[in-house]
C-alpha cells in the first residue's frame, strides 16, 4: 500500500471517526446506565428514597383549566394560556400541619385550599372560607398565590396574582378570610406570573414584590390589538411592568418600585425568588426572565436595588428563564441559584443554568459561575419550576424539574412554525396576528419531568423513572411538604390544564432529618428571610438554607426549613439569622425533630 | 498575491489581500453583532470552535499535502461555526468545526470539496448530536437597525466580489416561495417570509451561499442554484424542516458543481483538440 493511500484512509477514518463520536458517547452512556429494582424497597435502598403517587387516596381530586381568552388571539391561544397552575403551602389554622392552595384559571372556576386533616387527608374548604370563587368574569383568573403573614397576627394571609385583577385576603384565624383588595392599594390590573414576599427592609412588615408578564394593558378578553407579543426572542423589552410594593402596616401598600431602583427594566419576568446572597443581613432578589437575561438586585441597606446582574455573571446570556431556586448545592454555606430554560432536541437548546457563588465570594465581591453543565443538571426540556430539595435526607440537595409546555394532539408538533416568526424582525413576531395557529398541536408537550439525584461527589444523576415520580403532564409548580410530619419531603405537582398529582415519599428510615418551624418577632411574623446554618466544628462543614417567600415557578413550599442528615446523630449548632439582624445560636440540637423557635427578643 | 479593494473610501488607497476579505468581514460582523446584542453564548465557546477548525485544517492539511496551509478559512469556518452552532455544552462546537474542515478533505471531486464546509459541519451536527446542539435560528436579536447594517455591509461586500447576483436571487425566490407556501399553508405571509428578517438568514444568504469555493462559476448558473436551492427549501418548509436552508444547500450546492463540471467536460470535448491546447497554454 502506497503512502498516499495510507493517509487517505487516515483521513477518512478521522473523519468516520468524527461523525461517530456522539453515537459513541450515547452509547458509552448507555452502558453505564444501571439496571433499575422493580420494587420500592429495593429502590429506596438503591436510591434512599421512592415517590408515591397518593393524590385521591388523600382527598385531592383538582384539575386545573386554562383560559380561553380574545377570540383575536384564539389561532394561539393554548400557547398563551399556558400558565396558571400553582400551588402554595402554609400552616392555614395553626394545627401544627401544612395545607396547600391550588388556583384555577378559567372564567367560573374555582380555587381550591385542601386543608391537612391530621390523618393524612385534605378537604378542600376554599369555598367556605372565602377564597374559592376568584375567577370571576372582568377581574381576570388566577395565576398564583403566596402566603404571608402581612399584620403579623400568627395566621398566615393569602395573596392571588392573576392575570388581571390581584386579590388581597386576611386570614382571620384560620378560619375564614377577609377580602381587602379593594383597599390595599394594589395594582388594578397586571399579567403577573410570580409574586415574593419579602420584608426588603427589615422593618417587620412583609413587603410584596410582584413580577409581570404580559404588559399591563392587554386586558386578554377585550383585546384592543393584537401587538402583545414579545418584541424580540432574546431582547424583549416590551414585557410587563414589576412592582415593589411596601407595606404600610395597616392592610396597604405603597408602591416603591422606581424609588427601589427596580423600575429600569421591561423584561417578562415569569419567576422571582428573595434570599440574603451576599449575607449583608437583607433580602436580594432574583428575577428569572422568559426572552432575555435574567437579573439579580442586590439590596443596598434596605433602601435601593442595584442591579448587579453583570457585574455577578448571570446576566449576560438570554435565554428563557422561568423558574428562580436556591440551595446549597455545594454544602459549603453558600446560596446557589438554580433557574431553568428551554432545551429542545435540535431547535434550541439553551440550557438550564445552576449558579454557583465563587468561594471568595463577599459581600461587595458576589460572583456566580453556572456549573449546570458540570454537575450534570443542564439538558431538561421546556422547563418550568425547578425546585432544589432533599428526597433522600442524605445531606445532599436533589433537583426537582418540571417539563413540557402544551401537550395536544400526540404526535403533532408546532415548533417549526415557531421558528418561521420567533426568528423574524421584531414588528413581525411581535404581533399575534402573524403567528401561526396551532390546530391544536403539540408544543414541547408529553415530556416527563426531571429527577436529578445529587451524588454529593460534585455529579448530579437522573433517576426519575427508577424512584417513581416520572410524570409527562405539562408540569409548572412544584411544592415541597411535609404532609404527615415524618421528615421525608413530599411534594405537590400542579399541572397546567390537567389534575394535581401529589407524591407520598419514602425515605429510607437510617437517615436521619430535622426542621425548624421559625416565628419572627422583632422580624416579619412568617420569619421570611431568615437564614439557618447548622455547623460542625470538627470539619468545618456547614450548610444552610433561607425561609422562603416564594420561589420556582408559581410555587411556595413549606414554610419549616428541612435538612436531610443522612447517617449524622449530631449537629454541633444551628446559627439563625433573622432579618431584624438578631443572630440565635441553638446548641447540639435534637435531630428528627421539627424545632418551633421564635425570635428571641434581646439577642 | 492578488488582492481586492474594500468599500467607498479604503478603495483609494487601502487594499485587503483576497484570502484575508472574508475573515475580516465575518469578524466585523460578529463583533458589531456582538457589541449590539452579545450574541455569542461566550467567548469560550466561540474560541473552541475557531481552535478546533484552525487545528483539523493544519494537522490535515499537513498530512496530506505535506505543506503548511494559510488558515484564514479555517479561520472562518471555525468563527461560522461558532455563531451558529447553539449548545450550552462545548464539544459541538469543536465538533462541528472539525467536521466542517475535515468534510474538505474526504467529500471531494475531482479534486475539489463538494461541499459548503461549515454548512456541512452544520448539517452533520443536526443530525448525529441534535439532542445536545441546535442550530442558531430563533436566537438573536432582531433590531431592525442592525438587521440594516448588517444586510447592508454584507451585500456591499458581495458585490465587492461579484457574488451579489447569488444573493439577490435567493432573497427574490425565498419571498415569491414565501407567498406560495402562505398559499399551501395558510399561514400569514409575513410568517412564511420572517425568516429572511433573522439572524440565520443573514449569515445563510450573507456568506454560505456565495462561498467562493463551493459556487459556479458562471453568474447564470449561480443565479438557477440559488433559485434552486430556494425552491428545495420551499418544498422542505412545507414538510416543516426547521433547517431548511441548510439542507437545501447541503443538497444542491453538491449537485449544481458537479453538474458544472460535467458541463465543462462536454464543452472540453466538442472542442478540436488544437483550441484546447491553446486554452491550456494561454
Known amino acids: ?603 | 498575491m492578488s488582492k481586492v479593494a474594500t468599500t467607498g473610501f479604503l478603495s483609494k488607497g487601502i487594499t485587503i489581500p483576497k484570502q484575508y476579505f472574508a475573515p475580516l468581514l465575518i469578524t466585523g460582523i460578529l463583533l458589531a453583532a456582538h457589541i449590539s446584542f452579545g450574541i455569542l453564548d461566550s467567548y469560550q465557546k466561540l474560541l473552541t470552535a475557531i481552535t478546533f477548525a484552525v487545528l483539523t485544517e493544519l494537522v490535515l492539511h499537513r498530512v496530506v499535502t505535506g505543506k503548511f496551509r494559510n488558515l484564514s478559512s479555517a479561520y472562518v469556518s471555525g468563527i461560522s461555526a461558532g455563531i451558529l452552532v447553539r449548545s450550552p455544552l462545548f464539544w459541538p462546537f469543536a465538533l462541528c468545526a472539525a467536521i466542517s474542515i475535515a468534510s474538505k478533505y474526504v467529500l471531494r471531486y475531482k479534486g475539489r470539496h463538494l461541499f459548503n464546509p461549515t454548512n456541512f459541519g452544520v448539517v452533520a451536527i443536526i443530525f448525529i448530536a441534535s439532542d445536545s446542539a441546535a442550530v442558531l435560528s430563533i436566537q438573536w436579536g432582531n433590531n431592525m437597525w442592525a438587521m440594516f447594517v448588517i444586510w447592508a455591509v454584507g451585500l456591499i461586500s458581495l458585490w465587492k466580489i461579484n457574488r451579489l447576483n447569488i444573493t439577490l436571487t435567493y432573497i427574490a425566490s425565498f419571498i415569491v416561495f414565501a407567498w406560495v407556501r402562505a398559499q399551501f399553508t395558510g399561514d400569514p405571509f409575513l410568517a412564511e417570509v420572517a425568516p429572511l428578517t433573522g439572524p440565520m438568514y443573514q449569515l445563510f444568504a450573507l456568506f454560505m451561499m456565495t462561498d467562493p469555493k463551493t459556487t459556479v462559476k458562471s453568474r447564470m448558473g449561480q443565479n438557477a442554484v440559488a433559485f434552486s436551492i430556494a425552491l428545495l427549501e420551499m418544498i422542505l418548509r412545507l414538510n416543516e424542516a426547521v433547517y431548511a436552508p441548510f439542507y437545501a444547500l447541503f443538497i444542491i450546492g453538491p449537485i449544481a458543481l458537479i453538474i458544472e463540471d460535467q458541463i465543462h467536460q462536454r464543452k472540453l470535448a466538442n472542442k478540436p483538440k488544437d483550441e484546447i491546447a491553446a486554452a491550456s497554454a494561454s
Open chain 1, 1 to 603: 500500500m502506497n503512502k498516499q493511500r495510507v493517509i487517505q484512509i487516515f483521513v477518512i477514518l478521522f473523519f468516520v471517526s468524527l461523525l461517530l463520536a456522539p453515537a459513541a458517547m450515547k452509547q458509552f452512556k448507555s452502558w453505564q446506565a444501571e439496571e433499575v429494582p422493580d420494587n420500592a424497597d429495593e429502590i429506596i435502598d438503591r436510591y434512599g428514597f421512592y415517590l408515591e403517587e397518593v393524590s385521591n387516596e388523600i382527598g385531592v381530586d383538582f384539575t386545573h383549566v386554562r383560559p380561553e381568552l380574545d377570540s383575536k388571539i384564539e389561532h394561539i391561544n393554548p400557547q398563551i394560556a399556558s400558565v396558571g397552575a400553582s400551588v402554595s403551602v402554609s400552616d392555614v389554622n395553626n394545627d401544627g400541619y401544612p395545607d396547600f392552595y391550588l388556583t384555577n384559571s378559567e372564567y367560573g372556576t374555582q380555587n381550591a385550599l385542601y386543608i391537612n386533616q391530621g390523618d393524612g387527608t385534605f378537604e378542600d374548604r376554599a369555598g367556605e372560607m372565602g377564597v374559592a370563587d376568584l375567577n370571576i368574569d372582568g377581574s381576570g383568573v388566577s395565576m398564583g398565590s403566596v402566603w404571608g403573614d402581612l399584620n403579623n397576627d400568627g395566621f398566615e394571609d393569602l395573596f392571588v396574582y392573576k392575570w388581571g385583577r390581584p386579590e388581597l385576603f386576611l386570614n382571620d384565624s384560620g378560619s375564614q378570610f377577609t377580602r381587602i383588595t379593594d383597599s390595599a392599594g394594589l395594582p388594578q390590573w397586571m399579567n403577573a406570573n410570580t409574586a415574593v414576599w419579602m420584608d426588603y427592609d427589615n422593618d417587620g412588615l412583609l413587603d410584596l414584590f410582584l413580577g409581570g408578564y404580559y404588559h399591563e394593558d392587554v386586558d386578554f378578553w377585550n383585546l384592543e390589538t393584537t401587538r402583545i407579543m414579545p418584541d424580540s426572542y432574546e431582547y424583549a423589552t416590551n414585557g410587563g411592568r414589576n412592582f415593589l410594593m411596601k407595606n404600610n402596616g395597616d392592610g396597604t401598600f405603597t408602591d416603591v418600585t422606581e424609588e427601589t431602583g427596580l423600575l429600569d427594566t421591561r423584561r417578562w419576568s415569569l419567576a422571582a425568588s428573595a434570599a440574603d446572597l451576599n449575607g449583608s443581613g437583607y433580602i436580594d432578589l432574583v428575577v428569572a426572565n422568559d426572552y432575555g437575561v435574567d437579573e439579580l438586585y442586590l439590596n443596598q441597606n434596605g433602601e435601593t436595588f442595584i442591579n448587579a446582574s453583570e457585574s455577578t455573571g448571570i446576566g449576560f446570556i438570554p435565554k428563557s428563564g422561568m423558574s428562580v431556586s436556591f440551595g446549597d448545592v455545594m454544602n459549603r454555606g453558600q446560596l446557589s441559584i438554580y433557574i431553568t430554560n428551554i432545551s429542545e432536541a435540535g431547535v434550541l437548546m439553551q440550557g438550564n443554568n445552576l449558579w454557583v457563588p465563587s468561594r471568595q465570594a463577599s459581600a461587595d465581591e458576589l460572583e456566580f459561575q453556572n456549573l449546570a453543565g458540570n454537575l450534570g443538571v443542564e439538558i431538561g426540556q421546556w422547563g418550568y419550576s425547578g425546585k432544589l430539595l432533599d428526597l433522600n435526607n442524605d445531606g445532599n440537595l436533589d433537583l426537582y424539574v418540571a417539563n413540557g409546555f402544551v401537550s395536544d394532539e400526540p404526535n403533532t408538533d408546532y415548533w417549526y412554525d415557531y421558528t418561521k416568526v420567533v426568528g423574524g424582525n421584531r414588528n413581525v413576531i411581535i404581533d399575534a396576528n402573524n403567528w401561526p395557529a396551532m390546530n391544536g398541536r403539540t408544543f414541547s408537550g408529553y415530556q416527563t419531568n426531571k429527577i436529578w439525584m445529587n451524588d454529593g461527589a460534585g455529579r448530579f444523576r437522573e433517576v426519575s423513572s427508577a424512584v417513581g415520580g416520572a410524570l409527562n403532564l405539562d408540569s409548572r409548580a412544584i411544592a415541597a411538604i411535609d404532609i404527615d410530619l415524618d421528615g421525608a419531603q413530599d411534594m405537590i405537582i400542579a399541572n397546567q390544564n390537567g389534575p394535581v398529582k401529589i407524591y407520598k415519599n419514602r425515605v429510607r428510615e437510617d437517615h436521619n432529618w430535622i426542621s425548624f418551624d421559625l416565628e419572627g418577632t422583632a422580624s416579619n411574623r412568617s420569619a421570611i428571610g431568615a437564614t439557618i446554618r447548622l455547623v460542625w466544628d470538627e470539619d468545618g462543614r456547614q450548610v444552610i438554607k433561607e425561609v422562603s417567600g416564594g420561589d420556582a415557578f408559581s410555587s411556595q413550599s413549606q414554610r419549616a426549613v428541612h435538612f436531610g442528615l443522612k447517617q449524622t446523630e449530631r449537629i454541633d449548632r444551628v446559627e439563625i439569622s433573622w432579618p431584624s439582624g438578631n443572630l440565635q445560636t441553638i446548641e447540639n440540637p435534637e435531630i428528627n425533630k421539627i424545632h418551633t423557635i421564635a425570635e428571641p427578643q434581646d439577642v
